[in-house]
């Protein structure tokens, strides 16, 4: 058996840190299901009870287990997590490895996702060399557009009813950042 992956602590810039999930994360989990969209798109729960919050976050640790990827929480320089950022490895084999982010409401536009973003992104292409990394986002979510062009991944077109995102198919951009010699 394959040894789980090791979710390392990363520093990001501004004070941001990125470490793997705790139980004591679970009020972020309650605040990131009652967003409208966060539960929409991820397995955040909603409703959530502490049940249900303890079962998301022992999944977050099943990721690196089962060698599905790394699942970071997004922590402020004063200690409060804020959000989520995770490399998934699914298509490793193809050179390639997707990346998904997310940041409670409470802690928006204070650049939290773009530094873990990047953070996870340099880690991914320079330590682990990934040849490739993707992002998929709803033409619509401009705030998450621009996440992801500030993290430096350019758009390389649109995925017509690429994803279900709650009872809908949707329309997403392809976003990719290049391993070109990190």
């Avoid at 996702?113 to 990934?130: K, M, P, S, Y």
């Avoid at 986002?137 to 758009?155: D, H, K, L, Y």
Wanted: negative net charge; hydrophobic residues 40%.
């Amino acid at each position: 058996m394959e040894q789980p992956l090791d979710v390392p602590e990363l520093d990001a810039r501004g004070g941001f840190t990125l470490r793997p999930w705790r139980l004591s994360d679970l009020p972020l989990v309650h605040e990131a299901s009652e967003d409208d969209y966060i539960p929409l798109i991820t397995t955040v729960p909603s409703p959530c009870s502490d049940a249900s919050g303890v079962a998301f976050i022992e999944r977050q640790w099943s990721r690196a287990t089962t060698r599905a990827g790394y699942p970071f929480v997004i922590v402020t320089a004063g200690g409060r997590p804020v959000g989520q950022v995770g490399l998934w490895l699914k298509d490793l084999s193809q050179g390639r490895a997707s990346m998904g982010y997310w940041v409670a409401a409470s802690a928006r536009g204070q650049g939290a996702a773009v530094a873990a973003v990047e953070a996870v992104a340099h880690w991914a292409l320079g330590t682990l060399r990934i040849p490739r990394l993707e992002l998929w986002i709803e033409p619509e979510n401009s705030a998450s557009v621009r996440t992801a062009e500030r993290a430096g991944f350019q758009r390389e077109g649109l995925l017509r009813k690429w994803q279900q995102v709650g009872d809908e198919r949707r329309d997403m951009f392809m976003y990719a950042l290049l391993n070109d010699g990190l």
